[in-house]
């Protein structure tokens, strides 16, 4: 069956260090998103791409990057790692037609 | 710039009894999705209903039905016969019809069912 895999699935790590959370899937979508979960505020869209080579800023998109190398991942990198980026971090990829998401286990980071 | 408004931070339900989840949206495009996630304790997202905004028709999934006022931007969730298992955090999201997958979400509604 088709899937999307995130990992690690947690991580702790220290204030400024760089993080990359990885993110891979079997779907064959071209669409993929980052998105974070804080409490009372739902699911926030950091990063998102259409297809290889191309990338784009979300709604929360400060101290993250994306690359897109190929069709099945989309890597997210924190460069230097802020305690407000403490959060449960979701990849999704999306069906065209019907932008319904598909969506990974999440993974949690803490920043201390 | 779409905002989605779910304004229960927390409901309960009996077992066996019905219970509506509200969420208003706000929207400048005519063509457009609507979604319910459940999101368990696992963590997991799972899609449970999912509306076009051109159908005037309310989705129906088996104990899950919406309730779309399309004219009062309204996409309330309806879950019958409420079970232990439907216990979960609901999130109702909106996207634009070209914007293929790119959702924005409410802030969540947590679900307790009572035995």
């Known amino acids: 069956d088709a899937e999307i895999t995130q990992s690690p699935r947690h991580k702790i790590t220290e204030t400024g260090r760089q993080v990359t959370l990885a993110c891979h899937q079997t779907?064959?979508?071209?669409?993929m998103f980052w998105y974070r979960q804080d409490l009372g505020h739902g699911l926030r869209l950091i990063h998102y791409?259409?297809?290889?080579?191309?990338?784009n800023k979300g709604e929360v998109s400060d101290g993250y990057s994306v690359s897109r190398s190929n069709t099945e991942d989309l890597p997210l990198t924190l460069e230097s790692a802020a305690s407000s980026q403490t959060s449960v971090y979701f990849c999704?990829?999306?069906?065209?037609?019907?932008?319904?998401?598909?969506f990974g286990e999440g993974s949690r980071l803490t920043v201390l | 710039a779409q905002t989605v408004t779910q304004s229960q931070p927390e409901m309960s339900v009996q077992e066996a009894e019905t219970v509506t989840l509200s969420c208003t949206y706000d929207?400048?495009?005519?063509?457009?999705?609507l979604f319910w996630y459940k999101q368990p304790p696992s963590r997991q997202m799972i899609l449970v209903i999912r509306?076009?905004?051109?159908?005037?028709q309310n989705a129906t999934e088996n104990r899950f039905s919406v309730n779309f006022q399309k004219a009062a931007k309204s996409f309330s969730l309806k879950i019958s016969d409420s079970q232990l298992g439907d216990a979960a955090m609901y999130f109702c999201?909106?996207?634009?019809?070209?914007?293929?997958?790119?959702?924005?979400f409410g802030q969540g509604t947590i679900l307790t069912v009572h035995p």
């Open positions: 791409s259409y297809g290889v080579q191309d990338t």
């Open positions: 999201a909106h996207a634009g019809g070209t914007s293929y997958g790119k959702l924005t």
């Open positions: 779907w064959n979508h071209n669409n």
């Open positions: 929207t400048s495009e005519s063509d457009y999705y």
């Open positions: 509306q076009e905004a051109y159908k005037q």
């Open positions: 999704a990829s999306s069906d065209y037609t019907t932008g319904e998401l598909f």
